[in-house]
């Protein structure tokens, strides 16, 4: 087992520390965060081990695990690595590209491993529907949350789309070649609602949309690719594939089967693989573990969180020069 730590025992990292403890792959041996009084509270209702000085707890683990702001994502990193501990990094990776490439050098030159918290990867919809992903042309995907004021003080790009960019690229085996971006701010000083339209050099686009000033949450995205339609209810944990594919020779009473305006004739199935019901964070926590023990590739690599992050920034600059 990995001895973890934990530093940033907010909302989120409150969740990171249940997990932490229930997990098969970590020894939790405590906590950091800078506000003194939370982290007694914690430390007297949940019995976690508070650290008061983060020096002290980075000594006696192996892995830490950083739930921070993202303003302070590079100074823990960074203090990881130089202190030879692997850790895993909440979404965004950083505030900025070349905070990113700092946190990936340093990686690399003390040999540590990293993984960055983009946790839809682990959706189990999204799990069982990518099998059937194979070169998407157009994604559609919508992501509406109901307002809530904390997160507001970041704009929408970097609180909620940065999870669908992360999806597109993990999906799209090709670069992008063009941003177009609009968006407003309705309640807060950044934007609250954010649309997004990228363009790759293979010809696949990607629609993007993102509120959090939403009547109603929803987290559903659409792939389309030659022969096949693949929806994914990211909320609901559900999906659906829709496969056209050449009229069989014996067509059964109950064979969905359509004709084009040329005459020829497809096959409609429809397939609705099992989803297996799981906790999504606990799984990435756990996937980074096994990574380290058993020398397996991480699945989302910190080169792949900056790049999230990189066309992140490229949105927001884009709905900023149309101010």
Known sequence: MLKAGLVGAGHLGKIHLKLLQQSEKYDLIGFYDSDEENGKKL???????????????????DLLDIVTPTFAHFEYAKKAIQAGK?????????????????????????KVQGQVGHVERFNPAFTAAKPYIQNPMFLEIHRLAEFNPRGTDVPVVLDLMIHDLDIVLSLVNSKVKEIHA?????????????????????????????SRISMKNMRKSRFFQKDAYVSID??????????IKEVPEQVQPFDMIIENAEGEKKQIIFQYPDIENNNSILDELDSLADSIENNKSIKVTLMQGREALRVALEVMRQIENKK
């Open 182 to 210: 609009s968006g407003v701010a309705v309640v807060s000083n950044t934007p609250d609602i954010a649309n997004a339209r990228i363009e790759f050099e293979n010809g696949c686009v990607a629609n993007v949309t993102t």
């Open 86 to 110: 692997h850790f895993f990094i909440e979404k965004p990776i950083a505030r900025s590209l070349e905070e990113a490439d700092e946190i990936i050098r340093l990686a690399q030159e003390y």
């Open 234 to 243: 990211f909320l609901e944990k559900k999906a659906e594939i829709i496969r």
């Open 43 to 61: 430390e007297e209702e949940f019995g976690y081990k508070f650290f008061q000085s983060f020096e002290e707890l980075i000594n006696q683990i």
